[in-house]
């Protein structure tokens, strides 16, 4: 019988180490996705508390698809994450290569590059608008004062201009994680199969491309796996910068949702385009996973 108890005690240690985790997970993730998906279902208006009772099936996410708007906004989002990834890891590419040839200060080049992720993505997004800013901004008053033109730029007043000024603020802002991650792959890497391609008369190019390039693919992978999930959700400094203008120019799904949810206080209707961005999220996370296993495979690697 005392064997029995300790067993038994043996086996529910871990489960109860566990529980104030598994409560807290329950309590701050679980039941907030059961909330909101009820309320996806549902009429509910922020101002009318009583319509999270009508039940009224998958209306909202129907009007979503239908909604020229969101697949606008959708469009946007896709096109911004595509460039800001691309972008974002050529910087981070070429910074990595950069530092992994120096030989002195590279510990301090290291802790300089880590700089621009300690910002909030809030003061990030204050930063380049004033920046941008057509009258006061940096940027114009530089160019002007070095001939370059005569005239005020709108970088935040024209469309294209406006996304091309938050995707920059979104580059400098996360291209060291890309930097960060390629450079442990490059730490990472074997060196014998670097000196035997140079004995065999590889040059610099062909040892870059079919050796370093394939050895840091997965860190590549891995950093763009985490910075999809990041861009997908942006919302931060298109608010601060822009406000989704001009009339809509560089409105994303995130700016979209809230402006629902809480300026038109259409909240059933918000869930619903959140369920349908982390869609998207999932689908780019498993895109880079994949491409990911693909990687470690063609270098040899575990699953």
């Known amino acids: 019988m005392i064997r029995y108890f300790r067993t038994r005690q043996a086996a529910l240690t871990p489960l109860l180490l566990l529980m104030p985790a598994i409560v807290t997970m329950l309590f701050v993730v679980a039941l907030p996705l059961v909330f909101s998906l009820w ?14 009772e009508v039940f009224i099936g998958i209306r909202n ?8 708007d969101f697949w606008a906004a959708f469009g946007r989002t896709i096109l911004f994450l595509a460039i800001a990834l691309n972008v974002e890891f050529l910087l981070g590419l070429g910074i990595a290569l950069l530092i992994n040839k120096i030989t002195w200060g590279q510990r301090t080049l290291r802790t300089i590059m880590m700089f621009p992720m300690m910002f909030s993505p809030i003061l990030v997004g204050f930063q380049f608008k004033f ?8 940027l114009n008053n ?25 995707i920059f603020a979104e580059v400098w802002m996360s291209t060291s994680v890309f930097a960060i991650l390629l450079l442990a792959g490059l730490f990472a890497m074997p060196r014998d199969p670097l000196e035997a391609a140079r004995v065999d008369g590889c040059n610099a190019w062909q040892v870059f491309r079919h050796i370093t390039l394939p050895f ?3 860190f590549a992978f891995i950093a763009m796996t985490i910075r999809s999930l990041d861009v997908a959700r942006a919302y931060d400094i298109v608010q601060v ?41 999932v689908a780019f996370t498993y895109f880079f996973f994949t491409k990911l296993i693909a990687a470690r495979r063609y270098m040899g690697g575990a699953e």
């Open 241 to 281: 910068m822009t406000d989704g203008g001009p009339a809509g120019r560089t409105e994303l799904i995130w700016t979209m949702l809230a402006r629902v949810g809480y300026e038109n206080a259409r909240m059933g209707q918000a869930n619903a385009m959140a369920y349908v961005s982390t869609i998207l999220s």
């Open 142 to 166: 530089a160019l002007q004062s070095l001939g370059i033109t005569d005239q005020a730029i709108p970088w935040l007043v024209d469309g294209r201009l406006a996304m091309f000024s938050i």
């Open 39 to 52: 309320t996806s279902l549902t009429p509910y208006r922020l101002t009318r508390p009583e319509t999270i």
């Open 61 to 68: 996410y129907v009007r979503i698809f239908t909604d020229d």
């Open 131 to 138: 920046i941008f800013n057509d009258n006061i901004g940096i």
């Open 216 to 218: 840091i693919m997965p």
